[in-house]
């Protein structure tokens, strides 16, 4: 659990390196939290399922919802995304392909990667949180 909240305490920290495991658990997080805002919704129109007013409500609702939560999880996303890219000794600068076109398949290639086994310019090898 605590790996799944470790880039949160690493809010802004671009420097360092990260391993599989934190990149992977907070993606997991970040998933876990929009299901349960989605299926609280879900639950929420399903009650009042008789009222177009209330299920339009909900409909804002839940994505005001997401919106605030992709606000407040974009920057640590980046740079636990920029520490991942480090751990293979890639370049943080290389995140920039998510602006491209399919640019995220080679970042997700990268994230899939194992991390270099020694110290890399970047620092050293990760270890548990």
């Not at 919704?41 to 409500?57: E, F, H, K, P, T």
């Not at 995140?95 to 290639?109: N, S, Y």
Request: one cysteine or more; aromatic letters at 10%.
């Amino acid at each position: 659990m605590q790996e799944m909240i470790l880039p949160l305490k690493r809010y802004a920290q671009f420097e360092g390196r990260a391993n599989r495991r934190e990149y992977w658990m907070y993606q997991l997080f970040l998933f876990l939290v929009a299901t349960a805002v989605m299926v609280l919704a879900g639950v929420l129109a399903i009650l009042l399922r008789n009222s177009a007013d209330a299920l339009a409500g909900i409909l804002v609702g839940m994505v005001v919802l997401l919106g605030v939560m992709w606000l407040a999880t974009i920057v640590p996303l980046i740079a636990v995304t920029v520490r991942r890219l480090h751990d293979c000794n890639q370049s943080g600068w290389l995140f920039l392909l998510a602006l491209v076109p399919g640019g995220g398949i080679v970042i997700m290639i990268f994230s899939l990667l194992p991390g270099t086994p020694q110290e890399n310019p970047y620092g050293p090898v990760p270890t548990g949180p």
